[in-house]
């Protein structure tokens, strides 16, 4: 019975995407499933692109394409001479989603924006601990400590209150994780007694509607009519989760899917002499890296970690797995990103030196795991194959490494723990253009258990991060952050391993796409001929 339904529901999704393939329905080929539809509980792209891009709203956005902020769901904003006091006033007649569980009596207003953030910071709050309550990017960008106190001045003006200066605060709020939920919305589901439901039948203010969710298969979503900007330049979006690169290629040739996301390096040439894709590039803002659990002996002594950095051929991963659609990383920050400290020199390529290294701190017969990811991501196209390549280099040196994998959300989920066991490979996309989003939010003493997937609370490194972030002259963040680079090259919680150049291909009818350099993915603003 169970097989008959599963091959009822592929038959009827098949054709509905068949048939919804006109001038009014984008379907998006994704490469993976969400791991819940409210932005604020997690940090991957994948979750992003089907809850916070298409359904919600921030205080400010970022300008389509660009990493400039500009007025979101805030028309404007003041902030005190001692930078300790942000004060937003927000836009009237903003309209909130329906459901059938919920149709809402008012705008947004004050009391939404206060509701998302309090439900992150304050542990008293009803829905503090519902669906798992990690919060990981408010935590791990220290917002309990920066935010003492959030008044609503009247319906339409809402004051933050820090307790310090804080440079890149407005650009933080443009974060997915500041997607404003409604309040309404909320207290409605608690009163029912399932407070769940607003991770998976999201309410929102964004350009399109959730309709719903066939786990695994298909995310289907209306053009919202009331949406209080531009509206949507088609009636229907649909996400058809195609795990598989290579399906998604297939897809995209028979015209099941419009846009694909993440291709696979062994297609990207055929995709660009294909007279009916048009494959839009642009060098990415991101990072891959293989991060070490610095909790764990022998990971927790930096001259191991260096030992095994210097076993990394990264030269041969990036022919073999980005197949010229990436370079070397040193750094935790990509070379675009400014404060980028190119001065920085390499571990480099030396197997006898890391055997020789290891040997001097007493490590004989050291056997790892490693993680790799089960999706494709833009910092890191084939995780298993990358995998493999680091086991053989890491078998030269005497060292021999399981490779281990789990489900996307299982394996963003395990990965966090502190007592995880073994080397995670992972990577990041940019969040708002600025160094904190990478070394705070990966690196800092506050995302360790978080988005701090090396463990790793190292005081010199997070008192230059937290200087730089109370700075307001860019050169002194510059010279911080800079400083900062050096102190984790010397360290080493991650071995960096590559950037890479983003790919999207995409049918010729598609039009007005534009590359979010922080690797989302938005179709708001896209029309098909």
């Not at 001045?153 to 809402?158: A, E, G, N, S, Y």
């Not at 990383?329 to 990103?337: F, I, Q, S, Y």
Request: aromatic share 10%.
């Amino acid at each position: 019975m169970k097989t008959s339904r599963l091959i009822a529901s592929a038959f009827v999704l098949s054709g509905f995407l068949a048939g919804a393939a006109s001038a009014q329905t984008l379907i998006y080929c994704s490469e993976g499933s969400p791991e819940g539809f409210d932005p604020a509980l997690y940090t991957s792209g994948t979750s992003f692109d089907a809850s916070s891009k298409p359904v919600f709203n921030k205080l400010a956005e970022f300008e389509l394409g660009t990493t400039n902020v500009m007025p979101g769901l805030a028309e404007s904003w003041t902030i005190s001479e001692d930078g300790k006091t942000v004060t937003f006033k927000l836009r009237a007649g903003v309209k909130f989603h329906s459901n059938d569980m919920f149709t809402p009596s008012r705008d947004m207003n004050a009391d939404d924006v206060i509701y998302t953030f309090d439900r992150q910071r304050l542990e008293d709050n009803p829905y503090y601990t519902v669906s798992g309550g990690t919060w990981e990017y408010f935590n791990g960008m220290s917002m309990p400590e920066l935010i003492s106190s959030i008044e609503k001045i009247d319906d339409l003006t809402v004051q933050f209150n820090l307790t310090r200066p804080e440079a890149p605060f407005i650009a933080n709020l443009a974060m997915d994780f500041g997607s404003i939920q409604s309040k309404e919305y909320g207290d409605a589901m608690l009163t029912a007694g399932t407070p769940e439901m607003i991770n998976q039948a999201p309410i929102g203010t964004g350009p399109f509607q959730f309709v719903g969710y066939q786990k695994d298969a298909v995310i289907r979503y209306t053009r919202f009519g009331d949406y209080w900007g531009e509206p949507a330049g088609v009636e229907n979006l649909i996400f058809a989760i195609t795990p598989e690169a290579s399906v998604r290629y297939q897809k995209l040739q028979a015209g099941e899917c419009h846009v694909m996301p993440y291709p696979a390096p062994a297609d990207i040439a055929a995709m660009q002499a294909d007279p009916n894709i048009n494959m839009m590039q642009q060098e990415g803002l991101n990072v891959g890296y293989l991060a070490y659990n610095t909790k764990l002996p022998p990971f927790d002594n930096p001259k191991v970690r260096k030992a095994l950095n210097m076993a990394i051929d990264k030269q041969a991963i990036i022919d073999v797995v980005f197949q010229g659609s990436g370079r070397i990383a040193k750094n935790p920050l990509p070379p675009t990103m400014w404060s980028y400290n190119d001065a920085i020199v390499d571990d480099a390529y030396d197997p006898e030196g890391a055997m020789a290294a290891l040997a001097a701190e007493g490590i004989t017969d050291l056997s790892m795991k490693i993680w790799a990811m089960p999706v494709q991501r833009p910092y890191n196209p084939n995780a298993r194959r990358m995998a493999e390549l680091m086991q053989s280099d890491f078998a030269k040196i005497g060292v021999d490494v399981e490779i281990v994998s789990y489900e996307w959300g299982e394996y963003l989920s395990r990965s966090k723990e502190l007592d995880r066991d073994g080397a995670v490979l992972l990577g990041w996309t940019g969040d708002n253009g600025d160094p904190d989003n990478f070394l705070a939010v990966l690196l800092g003493c506050d995302a360790v258990g978080g988005s701090n997937r090396a463990q790793w609370c190292h005081e010199p490194f997070n008192n230059l991060i937290n200087q730089a972030k109370v700075a307001s002259d860019q050169a002194e963040r510059t010279r911080l952050y800079e400083e900062a680079q050096a102190v984790f090259k010397d360290q080493a919680p991650w071995a960096t391993i590559a950037h890479s150049v983003v790919f999207m291909p995409m049918l010729n009818n598609v039009q007005g796409y534009k590359i979010d350099p922080f690797g989302g993915h938005y179709f708001h603003n896209v029309t098909l001929n």
